[in-house]
């Protein structure tokens, strides 16, 4: 295989990140197996011809069955809402196509599950949309934590806050809507801090959460796209039927604490995906807002000099830093896709299954789904139990 032929469906928020990183790939890494932007997929045939020729795309088709069908195409990209996720993602590998699958993997565990059975069935590839993992500043902590250098972990903390549904008249958009998008902040927001941990630190043994919806009818969406829409205020509205908020604790195997926070409530917070790790030796904090760094905090730091330090994630020690620009020049989240892209043409082309893929996205649904029976219970839950 010289050239992965990509059929993407979904060309709004992240059909163009994904584009785009399908586009950077030949430039940055040119030794990777490269991406060719075959057929894109949606349903509206005016706006899709506009989004591949905007985007790169060679075809167009408005039904993803179509596509599927197709013999001139190797891999299938979904970026529909989380609905679609697992009729496509199920037809395409029993077509035989290696699958990229953005996050959260389903709407439930069970059909998460399903999927990652099928995918292993038909033998191909399976990657699931986890991008932060791909921030230098990630890879580094992941090294510091892996390398022993921050000693036994005893506390992960992250928090992903948002506030672009703070205004009680914004527009009852899909991922506000659980029969689309599974849940709420919990699914969206929640699913990355996650997978964070599930990288960073490892399993979780139990979990035990709380939930909150503060606006409970909004007016129905006219138009939307990736986090922004049109409404009426005077127009029809509707319930909203996933959580505006999630907060749980963990228990991880190792013994560590875990606390997560994911809300679209916090104003002023546009996007503040961070986490902290604290370890017997040590400490880092991580703000994806500042994604270029790290700090970093050793207790073998000389007594007088104590304190954290700011790392540049730029310099070419770094994972992936060395393909961009001069040390201290950043790279900003589109980087993310392009490096996600990366580890999936690379994991093709070397016949072994890319990370995150099916695996941790099953992983990863079963926390947020028993945080919800916790929630819904009003008591601890075992991942046992899932
Ligand atoms: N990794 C991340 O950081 C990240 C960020 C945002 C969204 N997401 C995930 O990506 C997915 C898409 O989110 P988005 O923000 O890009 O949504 P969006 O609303 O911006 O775009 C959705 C796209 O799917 C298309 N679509 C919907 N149903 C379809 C169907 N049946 N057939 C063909 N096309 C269809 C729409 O036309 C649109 O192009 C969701 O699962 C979401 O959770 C991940």
Request: with cysteine; aromatic share 10%; net charge negative.
């Amino acid at each position: 295989m010289t050239q992965l032929r990509i059929g993407m469906i979904g060309y709004k928020f992240m059909g163009k990140a994904h584009s785009n990183a399908y586009r950077s790939l030949p430039m940055f890494f040119p030794k990777a197996l490269q991406p060719q932007m075959s057929v894109i997929c949606g349903r509206n045939a005016e706006a899709l011809a506009n989004a591949a020729n905007q985007l790169g795309w060679s075809e167009s088709v408005t039904d993803w069955k179509e596509l599927i069908a197709r013999d001139d195409i190797d891999l299938i990209d979904i970026n529909a809402p989380s609905n679609a996720h697992k009729e496509i993602a199920l037809a395409a590998v029993k077509a035989g196509k290696h699958i990229f699958c953005e996050k959260p993997l389903a709407l439930t565990l069970a059909d998460s599950r399903e999927m990652l059975q099928a995918a292993e069935d038909a033998g191909v590839a399976h990657m699931v949309g986890f991008n932060y993992r791909f921030s230098p500043a990630v890879r580094l902590a992941k090294k510091l934590v892996e390398s022993g250098r921050l000693g036994k972990i005893y506390h992960f903390r992250a928090w992903f806050l948002q506030d672009w549904i703070l205004d009680p008249e914004f527009p009852l958009v899909w991922r506000l809507q659980k029969e689309v998008a599974g849940s709420g902040s919990h699914g969206d927001l929640g699913a990355h801090l996650i997978d964070l941990a599930h990288f960073l630190v490892g399993d979780m043994k139990e979990v035990i959460g709380m939930s909150e919806t503060f606006i409970k009818e909004r007016p129905l969406a006219a138009e939307m796209t990736g986090l922004s829409a049109k409404g009426s205020k005077d127009g029809p509205r509707g319930e909203v039927t996933v959580d505006d908020a999630t907060l749980f604790l963990a228990r991880f195997a190792t013994g560590a604490m875990g606390s997560f926070e994911a809300t679209r409530f916090a104003a002023g917070h546009r996007s503040t995906n961070s986490f902290e790790i604290n370890g017997s030796l040590g400490s880092v904090k991580f703000d994806f807002e500042r994604m270029n760094e790290l700090e970093v905090y050793l207790t073998s730091d000389e007594e007088d000099v104590q304190g954290f330090r700011r790392v540049l994630a730029t310099d070419p020690v770094h994972e992936y830093a060395e393909a961009w620009w001069p040390p201290g020049h950043t790279i900003g989240f589109e980087h993310t896709f392009i490096h996600e892209m990366l580890e999936l043409s690379t994991a093709i082309a070397e016949g072994r299954q890319p990370e995150p893929n099916f695996h941790d996205g099953v992983k990863c649904q079963a926390v947020l789904e028993a945080v919800e029976r916790s929630v819904d219970e009003r008591r601890w839950v075992s991942l046992a139990e899932m």
